[in-house]
């Protein structure tokens, strides 16, 4: 069963709208109304690409790593966002925490709600 702040495997597009790679996707959150669509924001081990203050840094030393799923020190990409089919989805690889998760929510709004920063 798919819920928000799990770690999912996704295909995840490339801004050209190419194929990408398969890579690990944060569940935002499921969309309201009767499809199985999800909000969720990529996730890459090229940490080096994060943006200061705003993406989410996944550290090995953290204690929700080891339930992450993750292979190394990674980046939520939080703009990196897409709306998936939940059929699309290729499996559950492990969850962050509810603290992780609202971080990453509250910071996605905030910047929604105040772009310009």
């Keep these: 069963m798919k819920e928000a702040g799990q770690i999912v495997a ?10 990408g790679k398969i890579r690990p996707a944060l569940l935002l959150g499921k969309l309201p109304g009767p499809y199985d669509d999800w909000l969720l924001c990529m996730i890459s081990s090229q940490t080096r690409q994060a943006v200061a203050g705003f993406d989410e840094i996944v550290q090995t030393t953290d ?3 080891s339930s ?10 939080i703009g990196r966002v897409a709306v998936v089919e939940g059929t699309m989805l290729l499996g559950a690889v492990g969850a962050v925490s509810t603290e992780r998760l609202d971080r990453v929510r509250h910071r996605l709004a905030d910047w929604l709600l105040n772009p310009s920063r």
């Excluded at 992450?68 to 990409?77: A, F, M, P, Y």
């Design 10 to 19: 996704f295909q995840f597009p490339e801004t050209s709208l190419q194929p």
């Design 63 to 65: 204690p929700d790593y």
């Design 68 to 77: 992450s799923g993750l292979k190394t020190t990674s980046v939520i990409r």
